[in-house]
Nanobody
Framework: QVQLVESGGSLVQPGGSLRLSCAAS????????MDWYRQAPEKQRELVAS???????NYADSVKGRFTISRDNTKDTVYLQMNSLKPEDTAVYYC??????????????WGQGTQVTVSS
């Protein structure tokens, strides 16, 4: 089994910064893509940023130039650096990982979510 644990969510003022982390652990053989999603109240979950195992990245238009996704493959961890935060960034942020387990089964796993609130 594989677990994803997110951390770093908090209350921050508009224009502030936060760094989210998501650490994977368990029966991991390899991790392919890793993603950050978010879900605001009464809205659908949306993809915020993604990163491949080779480090290629992709971002939602709403966060381009403000958010940066990165990963440390030695720690099986993905990060989301969020700068110039806006109230509309308020949401629960989830990480997901496309994992091949030691049993050679490929599955997408999800974290439990971390709350980010941008408010003065």
């Amino acid at each position: 089994q594989v677990q994803l644990v997110e951390s770093g969510g908090s209350l921050v003022q508009p224009g502030g910064s936060l760094r989210l982390s998501c650490a994977a652990s368990g029966s991991i053989f390899s991790i392919n893509g890793m993603d950050w999603y978010r879900q605001a109240p009464e809205k659908q979950r949306e993809l915020v940023a993604s990163i491949t195992s080779f480090g290629s990245t992709n971002y939602a238009d709403s966060v381009k130039g403000r958010f940066t996704i990165s990963r440390d493959n030695t720690k099986d961890t993905v990060y989301l650096q969020m700068n110039s935060l806006k109230p509309e960034d308020t949401a629960v942020y989830y990480c997901s990982a496309d994992v091949t387990t030691t049993g050679r089964v490929r599955t997408v796993y999800w974290g439990q979510g971390t709350q980010v609130t941008v408010s003065s």
